[in-house]
Nanobody, 119 residues
């Protein structure tokens, strides 16, 4: 079982940056691929970025960068040049089997953290 807790969300002006963190419980964190998803109001949840367990493989998205510190059981999402359309609840998720971009590939989810970008 893995528990995930996101932090770092908030209100930021367009063009600004935020770094989200996701702290994981458990001793096998490095064996999980990790992903960040987001869900905007009235929209379906969508994949943002992901990273493999050892950090050697990533799925990236332009202004967003994912990284992980396995010694701290934490994965990060660095978001730059934020736009109002980036406003959403951001979720981190852990996958036991492989790095992917589909929700069903992830086994554990955090509660989410709100990011609001003002224009």
């Amino acid at each position: 079982q893995v528990q995930l807790v996101e932090s770092g969300g908030g209100l930021v002006q367009a063009g600004g940056s935020l770094r989200l963190s996701c702290a994981a419980s458990g001793r096998t964190f490095s064996s999980y691929a990790m992903g960040w998803f987001r869900q905007a109001p009235g929209e379906e949840r969508e994949f943002v970025v992901g990273i493999g367990g050892a950090g050697s493989s990533t799925i990236v998205k332009g202004r967003f960068t994912i990284s992980r510190d396995n010694a701290k059981n934490t994965v990060y999402l660095q978001m730059n040049s934020l736009k109002p359309e980036d406003t959403a609840v951001y979720y981190c998720a852990a996958a036991r089997l492989r790095l992917g971009f589909r929700e069903y590939e992830y086994d554990y989810w955090g509660q989410g953290t709100q990011v609001t970008v003002s224009s």
